[in-house]
């Protein structure tokens, strides 16, 4: 069994050999990382939080994004949630549900931009700024702290790594720092504490993409509450979809 692995490791090895990520070449002979492009994609979301019931399903999003891979060079990603989820909501208006959990992006949405300061052959490490919106809650008779809609801005990291000729990784990390909030004014119905720590939002992002324009991943985006009612929530994507270059 242990030769077997040290084989497969080997084997692997030979592959990714002599690769680097100005070799990638779609069918049309373009660059699909070093490019623009718009993500169509089909997605299964579960949010699930302390106190209340998850919610599954399926539904299409878009998200679009100017990518570099030399180093200095800055790139660019965004993405809204919010109107997947939307799109979800439409598609079973009218259909019961327990639901009770809200977790998603305003208006807004998600954007991070990044700055390459490694760009090797098969490894790009580029730290940025993440921003944007986000709404937390649930639909129970009392909703706790934190809830609300937040404005958020806070640190990044983008790594990517090339496994062979026609595929790579890429991986995000962004720690969300909540830096604004509105709340409801009903206060019958949602708990207003002055003072309350403002929650942080750690969102983890693994891609699979290929030179054949189709990637999949998964994002888990995690709710940390900092202040006494410790409540939390979880937000997980998983996509399958199509990139559409700009340049091809």
Known sequence: MKCCFL????????EVNAQS???????????PYDNAYVNWMLRYTSISGKGTTSVNGFTINASIAEVDHEKGEISFYWENPWAGDLIWRILNYGK????TQVFTSGLLGWFQSYYNVVSEDRLIVAPGLS?????????????????????HIGP??????????????DGFLNWDIGAGVKHSSDRNRYERIVGYPRPFF????VNV????NIFGGIRINQLLDRGDNKRS???VDFSIGYRRLRYD
């Open 96 to 99: 019961s549900t327990t639901n």
């Open 209 to 212: 993409c290929t030179s054949k």
């Open 156 to 169: 990044a990291v983008k790594a990517s790594y090339l496994l062979n000729k026609d595929v790579w990784l």
């Open 233 to 235: 929530a979880t937000r």
């Open 131 to 151: 921003f944007g919106d986000y709404i937390f809650g649930d639909n129970t008779a009392y909703t706790l702290e934190p809830n609300g809609y937040y404005l």
């Open 7 to 14: 084989l497969l490791i080997f084997f692997i090895s030979c």
């Open 202 to 205: 750690v969102n983890l992002t």
């Open 21 to 31: 990520f100005t070799d990638l070449q779609t069918a049309k002979g373009r660059n």
